[in-house]
């Protein structure tokens, strides 16, 4: 669904959550015009355990914003399907306009209590 003015809506609050996300000690970065990665780079794996970087990737999570049916811009929450060749699932995570709300619940699902992330050139 396109909403007009949703590119530059959307660019604005994108980038908010990114800057809300880092002040809450995680990585972010926007990937397109709708979505945000977020890592916790304390839980990254040790770089020189090849094999433990395979079968654990850290904490990370997309959020992606986006209208619902009726219009209204939200963050959606993005999970990957059940089996591999699943397409992707998205839950609401919260309005669009709640940059603040939403950094909170991110970090509060990709975070590890007591473990500071380590800054990273």
Known sequence: MTIPGQVTTVTPLVG?????LTIRGLAAEAVGAAMVWA?????????????GA???PGLRQAVVCRADEAGHLLWWWVW????RDA?????????????????????????????????RA
């Open 16 to 20: 908010g959550l990114v800057r809300a």
């Open 39 to 51: 890592v916790n780079r304390a839980a990254d794996p040790d770089g020189d355990d090849p094999v």
């Open 54 to 56: 395979a079968m654990s």
């Open 80 to 83: 990957s399907g059940p089996t």
């Open 87 to 119: 397409p992707q699932e998205y839950e609401p995570l919260g309005p669009a306009a709640e940059v603040d709300a939403a950094a909170v619940r991110i970090a509060a699902v990709l975070r590890l209590d007591g473990v500071v992330p380590e800054t």
